[in-house]
């Protein structure tokens, strides 16, 4: 049974629109949430985190959390080309311990 | 660059061989996870660290095992390898008041034959 849902996609944007990856997760008790990038080959890299229902920005990068829909979203604004990548979403579901749920990503490809 | 370190970067193995993965965290980061992320997929949680304890367990078999040392580095051992055991594996650190933010190392990218 999953709990992390993403769609794989691949999601193309045109330079310098908003690109918009979404995230669902079946345990409404989950408390974390995160996002990570992971290009070709790489390791995933940390973008954002968010604990409050609401948005929290960073640079270009804006997280919306819903917890009573049990969704979490990033925009990304002025998409670049540099943006290319996996972007990951991660849960920590409503349990001890801190392991990170994750969900299977979705390919963003910005072109130029 | 977190500050996180695994070694080596790449391994080629046979099927049924043992291998010891090793990951040294960042400094002051006193938990360390593994996770095993295939092709396509997102990582999945192996297991987790604190103080030389283990501190939780996904759904891996026993013979995926583990330590963690007095300098809070720590190593993942995986017996009689199977070919689904290629795979990348990251290995995550966190701060000690703040354990739920990981972040990861570069990765050992392990094949089985």
């Known amino acids: 049974q999953k709990e992390v849902e993403q769609n794989s996609g691949p999601l193309s944007v045109p330079e310098g629109a908003i690109a918009s990856l979404n995230c669902t997760y079946s345990?409404?008790?989950?408390?974390?949430f995160f996002w990570y990038r992971q290009y070709s080959g790489k390791s995933p890299e940390l973008i954002m985190s968010i604990y409050s229902n609401g948005d929290k920005e960073d640079g270009r990068f804006t997280a919306q959390l819903n917890k009573a829909s049990q969704y979490v979203s990033l925009l990304i604004r002025d998409s670049q080309p540099s943006d290319s990548a996996t972007y990951l979403c991660a849960v920590i579901p409503n349990q001890a311990g801190t392991a990170l749920i994750f969900g299977k990503g979705t390919t963003l490809s910005v072109s130029s | 660059e977190t500050g996180v370190t695994q070694s080596p970067t790449h391994l080629i193995k046979t099927r049924g061989q043992q291998v010891t993965l090793r990951c040294s965290s960042q400094s002051g980061h006193n938990t360390v996870s593994w996770y095993q992320q295939a092709l396509g997929q997102g990582p999945q949680f192996i297991f987790q660290?604190?103080?030389?304890?283990?501190?939780g367990r996904g759904n891996f078999p026993p013979r995926f095992s583990g330590l963690q040392f007095p300098n809070y580095s720590s190593e993942l051992n995986v017996n009689a390898l199977e070919l689904d055991d290629s795979a990348l594996y990251l290995c995550a650190s966190s701060l000690m008041d703040r354990k739920e933010t990981q972040y990861f190392g570069p990765g050992t990218r392990l094949l089985v034959l």
């Open positions: 660290y604190y103080r030389e304890e283990e501190n």
């Open positions: 345990d409404r008790g989950s408390q974390s």
